[in-house]
Nanobody, 123 residues
Framework: VQLQASGGGLVQTGGSLRLSCAAS????????MGWFRQAPGNERELVAV????????YYADSVRGRFTITRDNAENTVYLQMNGLKPEDTAVYYC?????????????????WGKGTLVTVSS
């Protein structure tokens, strides 16, 4: 699976962005999908995960209630709607895919990574 993330940019505190991750190469709907982020000087961390059907989701405590992960299997795309952005959300955001399911993304057992997209939240 080839993954291409987009939608990053510069936004003020409290603003919103929607990230997209377009997949190609294999059957997108076979894969659980996730978003990770890495801030300068920090390790990459899990942000949100969605099952292959979209019926199950998981969020990091730091984003729960502000971010929403969805997917459109007809369009081979996963989204991350980010509302109420804070300066601490500034990071490079990566999408990821795991064939074995949502739990494997949570365990950071990833089959495919996309290139990142930079989100910068100004104070």
């Amino acid at each position: 699976v080839q993954l291409q993330a987009s939608g990053g940019g510069l936004v003020q505190t409290g603003g919103s962005l929607r990230l997209s991750c377009a997949a190609s190469g294999r059957t997108f709907s076979d894969y659980a999908m996730g978003w990770f982020r890495q801030a300068p000087g920090n390790e990459r961390e899990l942000v949100a995960v969605i099952s292959w059907s979209g019926g199950s989701t998981y969020y990091a405590d730091s984003v729960r209630g502000r971010f929403t992960i969805t997917r459109d299997n007809a369009e081979n795309t996963v989204y991350l709607q980010m509302n109420g952005l804070k300066p601490e959300d500034t990071a490079v955001y990566y999408c990821a895919a795991a064939l074995k399911g949502l739990g494997y993304i949570i365990k950071n057992e990833i089959d495919y990574w996309g290139k990142g997209t930079l989100v910068t939240v100004s104070s």
